[in-house]
């Protein structure tokens, strides 16, 4: 538990989960108490890690670019949360706004218009609201208040609310009945790589085994609640020469740190970065081999990637490695999936009985 919550009466809010992934954003929900009784995904391995970590829900897999079989039975839910897959959003990406995956906000659409929940939020990178000159988020909050919401938006950094991350996205909230108040930002406190990983070792460490250190942080410690052992500790084995260029990076630095003839070696403007220690990390993102421990020369362990997402080490990934490195950065951090639950239960309970 990232930290307990006192009202049971948050378990008669039901929420659903679309493109669910690993459960990130469910995990911040049910963390605030509310009861997620189902998560969506096309990826097979997302969804035994959404299922292990989440055993009271369904875990159902299905294209979401077609209609939701029996979605009747779901009538019952209260809150719809979900990112719709944001490649054709993202300024890292081609930004084509001919791309299909464009269309799967229509498939989140689809299924407020017919559950008809008190509210939702919907996450994605920020460059949705630039996509078009802005036509395409005009458009999706025209569809969302033509079905009588009232919607609201905001760009958030994680950073700002006790994630050790500088991810920012856009968060989108609907409401029937009035407008959602997005949590206040703060910059005090804030988390760096250091505080969130330094209690994680060089060498992998078997599933299961015991820490090989104290919690050196108040975040550490919160991290290891409940927690049964390291899970997802296995480190990369990069080649010599892939170690021997990363040990030229400095604490914080990148590409343009190393000699001249080897700044070329990977063509993407990330490239060779080392986290900085007394800094959040860069965007977690979903397994590029790009970003470097602060310390050690090899990327990060899944578990360390976790952790600055803000995932605790009792939230266990299934499914290949590969698979969990585009879990984790696919993941909507789940401190601060509880920190947006948690207002949008404030303005919800006035309608619990």
């Known amino acids: ?12 809010l039901k929420v659903l989960d679309l493109f669910c992934g690993a459960g990130g954003f469910s995990f911040g929900f049910e963390e605030a108490g509310f009861d997620v009784v189902a998560g969506f995904d096309f990826d097979k391995e997302a969804l035994l890690t959404f ?6 829900a369904q875990a159902i897999h299905h294209d979401l670019s077609q209609p939701i079989p029996n979605i009747e039975n ?17 300024i890292s990406g081609k930004r084509d706004s001919t791309d299909e995956r464009n269309q799967l906000y229509k498939a989140y659409l689809h299924t407020l218009e017919h559950i008809q929940p008190k509210a939702f939020i919907m996450e ?23 079905m009588g919401y009232l919607v609201t938006y905001q760009i958030l950094n994680a950073s700002h609310f006790g994630v050790p991350q500088n991810r920012r996205r856009v968060f989108l909230v609907g409401m029937q009945d009035s407008y959602f108040t997005f949590p206040i930002p703060t910059t005090n406190d804030i988390i760096n790589c250091c505080d969130a990983i330094s209690d994680l070792s060089d060498s992998s460490i078997d599933d299961g085994d015991s820490y090989p250190m104290p919690p050196a942080t108040e975040y550490q410690r919160l991290m290891r609640q409940q927690s049964k052992g390291i899970f997802n500790h296995e480190a990369t084995k990069h080649t010599d020469k892939t170690k021997s260029i990363i040990a030229l990076v400095p604490d914080g630095g990148n590409y343009k740190d190393l000699p001249l003839d080897l700044q070329g ?9 080392r986290y900085a220690s007394g800094k959040p990390s860069p ?7 790009h970003h470097f421990h602060y310390q ?3 990327v990060p362990t899944v578990r360390e990637s976790a952790r600055l997402q803000s995932f605790p080490d009792s939230f ?23 920190t947006l639950a948690r207002n949008l239960y404030t303005i919800l309970k006035k309608d619990i009985v």
């Open 283 to 289: 965007t977690i993102d979903t397994g590029h081999n």
């Open 316 to 338: 266990i990934f299934k499914g290949k490695k590969t698979s969990q490195y585009r879990q984790v950065g696919n993941a909507v951090p789940p401190i601060l999936a509880k």
């Open 1 to 12: 538990m990232l930290m307990p919550e006192e009202d049971s009466s948050l378990t008669k």
């Open 51 to 56: 299922q292990h970590n989440h055993p009271n």
């Open 296 to 298: 050690y020369n090899r």
């Open 124 to 146: 994605n990178v920020p460059n949705l609201l630039a996509m078009e000159g802005g036509l395409l988020k005009d458009q999706i909050i025209a569809d969302l208040s033509a």
């Open 265 to 273: 070696t990977r063509k993407v403007n990330i490239a060779w970065t």
């Open 74 to 90: 779901f009538k019952n839910v209260d809150v719809v949360i979900g990112g719709p897959p944001c490649q054709g959003f993202s």
